[in-house]
Each structure stands twice: as structure tokens, then as C-alpha cells.
Nanobody, 126 residues
Framework: QVQLVESGGGLVQTGGSLRLSCTAS????????MGWFRQAPGKEREFVAY????????YYGDSVKGRFTISRDNGKNTVALQTNSLKPEDTAVYFC???????????????????WGQGTQVTVSS
């Protein structure tokens, strides 16, 4: 069982930055793939990024590639999402998610993840 708590959301102007953080409970954090997803009102949940258990592999959704960076600290049970050059279309609730690593896993698919945080709101004003 893993419990996830996000923080770091807020209101920012276009072009600004926010650093989102997710803290996980449990001693097996380093065995989980950690992902970030987002959901805007009236839209489906969208893949943002994921990081492999060791942190050596990352993957990004096309809409955030080059602007967002995912990282993890296995010693602190945290995963971060640095968001730069924010746009109004980045406005959404951002969710942290966790799932055990599998070589055949498709971690851009939200249905793959077993554990979710409550979300943190990011609002980008124009």
C-alpha cells in the first residue's frame, strides 16, 4: 500500500514556473514507477510524465516536453515535477501516481497505476 500527497500547486502567470512535489509513504518507494497526470475541467486525464524506479529513465507527454522535468529522490520518498514556461492550457489538477515496475508496462496509461494522490491545482493566468 502506498499513500501519496501532492503539494506545490498555485496560481502563476503565463511564462512562470512551479515545482510540484509528491511525498509517498511506505518503504518500497524505490520499486515503483512514479507518474504525473493532469486533468482540466471537462477533459480526460492526461499523461504528463513518468520516471523509472531508479530515476534513470524519464518520459514526457508531447504537450510538456522541453518545459517540464520529472525527478525523484528515493532517499526521501519524493518525486518532483518542475514546470517551466507555463501556459494557460497547463491549468489543471495535477495528480501523482505510483505503480510497480514491469518491463511490459505502459506507464503513460493512467489505468496502469494503482495508487493516486488527491491532486494539487495549478492555475496559469494569461
Amino acid at each position: 500500500q502506498v499513500q501519496l500527497v501532492e503539494s506545490g500547486g498555485g496560481l502563476v502567470q503565463t511564462g512562470g514556473s512551479l515545482r510540484l512535489s509528491c511525498t509517498a509513504s511506505g518503504s518500497t518507494f524505490r520499486s515503483y514507477v512514479m507518474g504525473w497526470f493532469r486533468q482540466a475541467p471537462g477533459k480526460e486525464r492526461e499523461f504528463v510524465a513518468y520516471v523509472s524506479p531508479s530515476g534513470s529513465r524519464t518520459y514526457y507527454g508531447d504537450s510538456v516536453k522541453g518545459r517540464f522535468t520529472i525527478s525523484r529522490d528515493n532517499g526521501k520518498n519524493t518525486v518532483a515535477l518542475q514546470t517551466n514556461s507555463l501556459k494557460p492550457e497547463d491549468t489543471a489538477v495535477y495528480f501523482c501516481a505510483a505503480d510497480r515496475w514491469s518491463p511490459l508496462g505502459v506507464y503513460s496509461d493512467s489505468s496502469k497505476y494503482d495508487y493516486w494522490g488527491q491532486g494539487t491545482q495549478v492555475t496559469v493566468s494569461s
